[in-house]
Nanobody, 115 residues
Framework: QVQVVESGGGLVQVGGSLRLSCAAP????????MDWYRQAPGKQRELVAG???????NYADSVKGRFTISRDNSKNTGYLQINSLKPEDTAVYYC?????????WGQGTQVTVSS
């Protein structure tokens, strides 16, 4: 069974930074697109950033300028750098890795921003 594993979440103060990681099997990751979603309590899951297999990126308007998505195919790992954290960034962050034939979600990693 293909697994995607997120890490890097935690408790951070307003204005702080975190780097989330998303690890996937190499034979899948190198050809896959990767998206980061988040889900806050009582809210729907929302897409915050995505990166294609060739490195093209896109961001939700709410995170542009603060979030940076990247990938390192040599490590089969993607990243979400989150800067200038705000209380409204508090959520469970999920990584989704997908190819033409597979669509795999991780378990999520909690990010909590304290004011």
């Amino acid at each position: 069974q293909v697994q995607v594993v997120e890490s890097g979440g935690g408790l951070v103060q307003v204005g702080g930074s975190l780097r989330l990681s998303c690890a996937a099997p190499g034979n899948m990751f190198r050809i896959a697109a990767m998206d980061w979603y988040r889900q806050a309590p009582g809210k729907q899951r929302e897409l915050v950033a995505g990166i294609t297999s060739t490195g093209s990126t896109n961001y939700a308007d709410s995170v542009k300028g603060r979030f940076t998505i990247s990938r390192d195919n040599s490590k089969n790992t993607g990243y979400l750098q989150i800067n200038s954290l705000k209380p409204e960034d508090t959520a469970v962050y999920y990584c989704n890795v997908k190819t033409a034939v597979r669509d795999v979600w991780g378990q999520g990693t909690q990010v909590t921003v304290s004011s």
